[in-house]
């Protein structure tokens, strides 16, 4: 919890270092595969990713999926939580087809788990709409995020921040795909919703 405060404090050096205090303590008291320790590499890996090692957090959070698959089996909520980690951490790697891979098989698991109308839904589906546009397939990212946001909508209002996220990356999407006007429609809605928050 203390390395997560500096994380938030913006002290990912801190973090990292708590993290790492945390773990040792951890295998010492539950064993190198305790799902205990499976959360705090999965928080180590964070930190590093933080901290522009992108190898390391992909490698701790390769070992996190590991001990959530047996702890928990392939198809549990928290091994699609270390999955969406991961994603992030190959997203940083320049990995976009492995991301794409990661966060397919993490949103099978929610809507699952949760339903296909989930707010958690909607974050992997913003994540893998990145991973799309990475990879060039504008169309399908553009459908995505379209039902990315329509949760979103129904989950924050149409003025959330969130929402402004999504629609500054639908805005890339159309443009990739040759629409300016609808690029120019959600971009301007981004930042009106933007200049209410911030």
Same mark, same amino acid.
């Given at each position: ?33 305790? %799902?205990?320790? %499976? ?17 390391? @957090?992909?490698?701790?959070? #390769?070992?996190?999926? %590991? ?16 999955? =969406? ?36 839904? @909607?974050?992997?589906?913003? =994540? ?17 995020? #379209?039902? @990315? ?14 929402? @402004?996220?999504?629609?500054? =990356? ?14 120019? #429609? ?13």
């Amino acid at each position: 919890n203390l390395g997560n405060a500096y994380g938030d404090l913006g002290d990912h050096a801190k973090k990292r270092d708590m993290m790492e205090r945390a773990l040792a303590i951890n295998e010492r008291t539950y064993g190198r595969d305790h %799902a205990n320790v %499976a959360t705090t590499l999965t928080n180590l890996g964070n930190a590093y990713g933080d901290l522009g090692d992108h190898a390391k @957090a992909r490698d701790v959070l #390769e070992r996190a999926l %590991a001990i959530n698959e047996r702890t928990y089996g392939r198809d549990h909520p928290e091994v699609a939580i270390t999955l =969406s980690n991961l994603g992030n951490a190959y997203y940083s790697l320049r990995d976009y087809a492995k991301q794409r891979d990661i966060l397919e098989r993490a949103l099978a698991i929610q809507e699952r788990a949760y339903g296909r109308d989930h707010a958690q839904v @909607a974050l992997t589906l913003g =994540s893998l709409g990145n991973a799309y546009y990475m990879l060039k397939d504008y169309a399908k990212q553009r459908d995505i995020l #379209e039902r @990315a946001l329509a949760i979103q909508e129904r989950a924050y209002g149409r003025d959330h921040v969130k929402v @402004a996220t999504t629609l500054g =990356s639908l805005g890339l999407a159309y443009g990739a795909l040759g629409d300016a006007a609808k690029k120019r #429609e959600y971009i301007t809605r981004t930042v009106k919703i933007f200049e209410g928050a911030y």
